[in-house]
C-alpha cells in the first residue's frame, strides 16, 4: 500500500515563555498513513496531538524533521503550502466556530476552490462535494446560513469544505467531540463511506478510544510528546501492551476490569521526566522498579505500518 | 462492573427501604408535572413538558439526553436557577416543600445547605479573582453561622477529602488543573453538607483519565455519605455507572426511565437503544468499523412548540420502528417492567422495541 501521508523524527517546540521551559509538544514522532487507511491519533489533552496534526497540514512549522506529503517533504513557501493543501486537508472540531456565520454554505464550501482558482464549473464542483458529504440535495442547502442548520450539518458542511479540492487526505481533529450522541454516528458512518467510496485517507485525532475501535484501521496513543504505543486497532485496544495504554482502557465504564486510575498531576511539556516520560505515573514500574524506566532513554518508534504492534516500554518488551 | 455493585449495596438503598430519621412519608425530592418554556419575543418556547420522578437520600438518578432535550433545563429548574425568561410551573417537592412557591429567602436557605450544584465549566463558574478558600468559605460561613476559622478548618477538610492538597487555600482558579477546578466544584458543593447534590454535566470537559477520577471521588462521597444525587450527561456509559437508575430524556419529555442497568441492557423505547449504541464497547464485534447513530436531528425549538400543541410522538420521524398510531395516539409513559416505564406505544413489558 502506498504511503500518502509521512512524519519522520518529527517535533515541535514552542519557544520558553518568561521564566519557563520551552514546550516540547511534538518530542519526536514517527507516522504514516497509507492510501485508503484510517489512523486514529488517541491521547489525553495537552499530549501534543493537536500540534501534531497542525504540523501535518503545514498549520505549524516542525523545529526538526520532516512531513511528507505523497512523497514529496513538505515545503513552507507559500507556494509550497498552497500545492500541498489539494492534497490534504484539515477538518476542525467545532463546526459553529469553523464556520463564517455571514457566509452561506455555498461560499464556504467555495472558498477552497476559490483560493486555489478552481473556478472552471464551480457550481458543479461545490454540489458534488455538498453531496458527497451527504447534504443531499445540494441545491437544498447551498443558499442556507449556519445557524439555519444543526450542528452534525454543520460538520457535514466544514467536511464538504474540505471535499472541494479533492484531497488524498483529511486530517480531522475531534471532529466529532463537539457533536451530539446521536450526530455522532452519523459523522463517523460519513468518513468511512468517503474511505470506501473515494479511497480517501484520514488521520482522526480524538480522545476518545470508542471512535478508534468504531472507524480506524491502525491507533497511535500518545503520551507527553510521543507516540507510546501503535499497531491495528486490535492490536491495540484487546491486547494493550503499554501500562499507559491499559490505564487508558481500564477507566472506560464497560472495560470489565478494576479501573487503573493514573495518580499525579497531568504531563507537562516544559519538563519532561527523563528515561521513559511515563515513568512518574506508571503502575507498572511502581509494582516493580527497574532502573532503566528513570535511566535509559526510550527509542522513538519506528512508526512502520506493516510492523506489528510496537510498544515504547522498558518493561513490556 | 460487579465489583462496584457490591461496595454500592450497603448503602442505603432508599427504594421501599425509608431511613428511620424520615417516617415512611414522602420522598425527599418529588417532582410533579415539572413544564418550562422560555419566552423568545412573542413565542414560547417549551423546554422540558412534563417530567415527574422522585428521590430519595442515598439515591442516584442519572439523566441522559442530548443537546436540547431540556435535562440541564429541568435540572436547574429544580432550585429555581433558570433565568427570568423561563416559566416554571408543577411542583418541585423537596422534603414536603413546594420550592417552586416558596418564599424567596427560604429558597436562599435551602440553595447549598440543603441541595447544592456542581455547574459544567467549573473555570466560568469559581470566580476568577479570589482564592478558592474564600470561594469554599462563603456558602459555609452564610449557612453555618461559624466563625472565620472554623470555616477556614471545614474547606481544609472538604479539599482534602476531594483530593486538592488543603495547603491550595490561598491558591486561584487558574492555579489549577481542569480536573482540580471541578473537584473543588465538588468540595463547594459538599461544603454545607446537603442532602441533594444537582450535577449538571461534572465531566464533559475532562479527560478520559480525569474524568474517572472524578467520578470515582463522587461515587465514593455519595455512598459514605448517603447523599441524594441527579446527574446530568449525555454519556449513558458514564451514567449506568455512576447511577442505580436513570432517565433518558428526549424533546424536554422522559422518554424511559428505570433501574440502570435494565435500561441498558433491555432498552424498551427505541431512543434509549440508539443512545446506547452511539459510544460503542471497545471488543463488541458488531460495533468494529461500524458506527451506529441515528438519522435526522433533535427536534428544533419550533418544532417542539407544534408538537407541545398537538399529538403523537416526538421522536417518531426519527424512528425506524414507527407505526401510523405514532404520528396520531398521545405517547405517555406506561409501565415497561419492574420499576420502569417507558413512552412508546410499542413498549411492553418483557418485549423490546
Known amino acids: 500500500m502506498k504511503t500518502v501521508l509521512e512524519v519522520r523524527d518529527l517535533t515541535v517546540t514552542y519557544p520558553a515563555r518568561r521564566g519557563a521551559a520551552p514546550a516540547r509538544a511534538v518530542d519526536g514522532v514517527n507516522l504514516q498513513v497509507r492510501q485508503g487507511e484510517i489512523v486514529a491519533l488517541v491521547g489525553e489533552s495537552g499530549c501534543g496531538k493537536s500540534t501534531l496534526a497542525r504540523a501535518l497540514v503545514g498549520l505549524v512549522r516542525p523545529t526538526g524533521g520532516q512531513v511528507v506529503g505523497d512523497g514529496e517533504p513538505l515545503g513552507y513557501s507559500a507556494a509550497a503550502l498552497k500545492a500541498y493543501r489539494r492534497h490534504t486537508q484539515l477538518v476542525l472540531q467545532d463546526p459553529g466556530g469553523a464556520l463564517n456565520p455571514r457566509q452561506s454554505v455555498f461560499d464556504a464550501v467555495a472558498e477552497g476552490p476559490r483560493l486555489h482558482g478552481l473556478t472552471d464549473r464551480l457550481g458543479e464542483r461545490v454540489h458534488t462535494a455538498l453531496a458527497k458529504a451527504g447534504l443531499r440535495p445540494p441545491e437544498q442547502f447551498a443558499g442556507r446560513f449556519p445557524h439555519e442548520m444543526s450542528g452534525g450539518q454543520q460538520q457535514r458542511v466544514v467536511i464538504a469544505g474540505a471535499l472541494a479540492l479533492e484531497p488524498k487526505v483529511i486530517v480531522a481533529d475531534e471532529p466529532v467531540a463537539s457533536l451530539d450522541a446521536s450526530v455522532r454516528g452519523e459523522i463517523l458512518k460519513l468518513i468511512l463511506e468517503l474511505r470506501d467510496s473515494l479511497g480517501l485517507s484520514a488521520l482522526v485525532v480524538s480522545h476518545d478510544l470508542g471512535l478508534a475501535w468504531n472507524i480506524a484501521d491502525r491507533v497511535a496513543v500518545m503520551y507527553l510528546g510521543r507516540i507510546v504505543e501503535t499497531g491495528t486497532v486490535e492490536e491495540v485496544l484487546l491486547r494493550p501492551r503499554h501500562p499507559y495504554t491499559r490505564a487508558l482502557l481500564s477507566v ?23 528515561g521513559c516520560r511515563f515513568h512518574p505515573r506508571c503502575p507498572l514500574r511502581a509494582a516493580e522498579p527497574d532502573p532503566r524506566c528513570d535511566g535509559l532513554d526510550l527509542p522513538v518508534l519506528t512508526g512502520d505500518p506493516s510492523a506489528s504492534a510496537l510498544a515504547a516500554c522498558h518493561l513490556v518488551q | 462492573m460487579t465489583a462496584t455493585d457490591d461496595t454500592r449495596s450497603p448503602a442505603p438503598s432508599g427504594e421501599g427501604a425509608p431511613r428511620e430519621e424520615a417516617p ?43 443537546s436540547g432535550s431540556g435535562k440541564s433545563t429541568m435540572a436547574l429548574s429544580l432550585l429555581r436557577l433558570l433565568p427570568s425568561t423561563a416559566k416554571v410551573t408543577g411542583q418541585v417537592l423537596f422534603q414536603g416543600e ?14 447549598w445547605s440543603a441541595a447544592s450544584v456542581v455547574f459544567q465549566g467549573a473555570m466560568s463558574a469559581l470566580n ?57 466544584m465538588i468540595a463547594m458543593a459538599l461544603a454545607c453538607r446537603p442532602d441533594l447534590i444537582i450535577a449538571d454535566e461534572p465531566t464533559t470537559a475532562l479527560d478520559v483519565m480525569v474524568q474517572a477520577q472524578v467520578l470515582n471521588l463522587l461515587g465514593d462521597l455519595v ?7 441527579i446527574m446530568i450527561s449525555h454519556d449513558l456509559a458514564v451514567l449506568s455507572h455512576m447511577c442505580e437508575r436513570l432517565a433518558v430524556m428526549y424533546a424536554g419529555r422522559v422518554a424511559e426511565i428505570g433501574p440502570s442497568r435494565g435500561l441498558i441492557d433491555e432498552p424498551r423505547h427505541p431512543y434509549t437503544r440508539a443512545l446506547g449504541r452511539a459510544f460503542p464497547t471497545i471488543g463488541d464485534p458488531a460495533s468494529r468499523l461500524a458506527p451506529a447513530g441515528l438519522p435526522g436531528d433533535p427536534p428544533t425549538p419550533a418544532e417542539l412548540a407544534r408538537l407541545d400543541e398537538g399529538r403523537g410522538c416526538a421522536f417518531e420521524p426519527r424512528c425506524s420502528r414507527a407505526v401510523a398510531a405514532c404520528r396520531t395516539d398521545t405517547v405517555e409513559l406506561r409501565p415497561s417492567g419492574p420499576g420502569r416505564e417507558a413512552a412508546c406505544l410499542l413498549a411492553q413489558e418483557g418485549s423490546e422495541p
Not at chain 2, 414522602?26 to 423546554?47: C, F, H, I, K, Q
Not at chain 2, 455512598?223 to 444525587?229: D, N, P, Y
Request: hydrophobic share 35%.
Open chain 2, 98 to 111: 413546594d420550592l417552586l412557591t416558596a418564599k424567596w429567602a427560604r429558597l436562599r436557605a435551602v440553595r
Open chain 2, 128 to 184: 476568577p479573582v479570589r482564592t478558592i478558600g474564600e470561594q469554599i468559605c462563603e456558602p459555609i460561613l452564610l449557612h453555618d453561622k461559624v466563625g472565620q476559622k472554623a470555616a477556614r478548618a471545614r474547606a481544609a477538610e472538604l479539599l482534602d477529602a476531594v483530593g486538592v492538597p488543603s495547603r491550595r487555600l490561598g491558591s486561584y482558579p487558574h492555579e489549577f488543573s481542569g480536573g482540580q477546578r471541578q473537584r473543588i
Open chain 2, 24 to 66: 415512611p412519608a414522602a420522598p425527599m425530592l418529588d417532582v410533579r408535572d415539572l413544564r418550562v418554556s422560555y419566552r423568545n419575543g412573542e413565542r414560547t418556547v417549551p423546554a422540558v413538558r412534563g417530567v415527574s420522578f422522585t428521590l430519595d437520600r442515598g439515591q442516584t438518578l442519572g439523566v441522559a439526553g442530548e
Open chain 1, 252 to 274: 472506560l465504564p464497560d472495560s470489565g476490569e478494576p479501573p487503573v486510575l493514573l495518580t499525579g498531576e497531568p504531563p507537562d511539556p516544559t519538563s519532561v521526566p527523563g
Open chain 2, 223 to 229: 455512598r459514605e455519605s448517603g447523599i441524594g444525587v
